[in-house]
């Protein structure tokens, strides 16, 4: 984006396209490296705190459970991406078309498929539940169940060249459902009294 050309390769490329990005533009892979190992974090991070809040909801249910596993496994995945292509760009591998090549498609599969798949469970995780409970708008509930069915068709792309594009589908509308969901929710309980007859003798009982 700010050094120019040759631009990041995408798996359609030759092996000579790729290998050349990769010896001539080693610090935009470092760079590159460092905002996915960041990113990875982060989206750990929104995961154990979207289950939290969840679960302090009142939300006990396999999807939540669901929705962490997804959460952890799509930002390891990001991570182990960052880290295949930061060892990429160091001097004497980048100029191995071979091995550079091979590094490539490992960090492609961990951050392509490998983000989406598990991506679409966390976002199925929270949906369903959050829809169920109507912690959140139908319409939102409904956009992550969307993305979620595209994130697990995703992995298609494992073995037809032709679902790649779901990736991206995937991957980008799902940062939008993050922000939706991170501000849908409520911040907390609903009150006694708004909870349905049966709960509320149950919950009387308790007390």
């Known amino acids: 984006m700010f050094g120019g050309s040759p631009y990041f390769p995408g798996p359609w ?6 290998a050349t990005f990769f010896r ?10 460092f905002f996915h190992f960041g990113a990875s974090v982060t989206l750990g991070i929104f995961a154990a705190t979207i289950v939290s809040q969840l679960s302090f909801l009142g939300v006990r249910v396999a ?8 959460g952890l496994m799509t930002a390891f995945n990001m991570a182990a991406s960052a880290f295949v ?3 990429g760009a160091r ?14 498609y490992l960090s492609y599969v961990l951050g392509g498929p ?30 992550g169940l969307v993305l979620a069915v595209l994130g697990e068709l995703s992995s298609l792309n494992l073995v037809f060249s032709w679902a790649l594009p779901l990736i991206p589908l ?14 849908g929710l409520p911040r907390s309980r609903k009150p006694l009294e708004d909870l349905e007859p049966a709960k ?3 919950t009387g009982m308790r007390e």
């Open 85 to 87: 292509l930061w060892t």
């Open 13 to 18: 490329e030759t092996p000579d396209v790729i």
């Open 91 to 104: 001097p004497g591998i980048a100029e191995d078309p071979m091995l550079v090549n091979a590094l490539y």
């Open 63 to 70: 999807g939540t459970n669901i929705a962490f596993f997804g």
């Open 114 to 143: 490998g983000f989406s798949a598990p991506f679409g469970l966390l976002m199925a995780g929270v949906s369903i539940p959050a829809g169920i409970f109507r912690l959140v708008p139908t319409w939102i509930a409904i956009l």
């Open 24 to 33: 001539l533009r080693p610090e935009s892979l470092v760079l590159c490296a």
């Open 170 to 183: 995937t991957r980008f509308p799902g940062f939008i459902w993050i922000i939706l969901i991170g501000f």
């Open 200 to 202: 509320r003798h149950q």
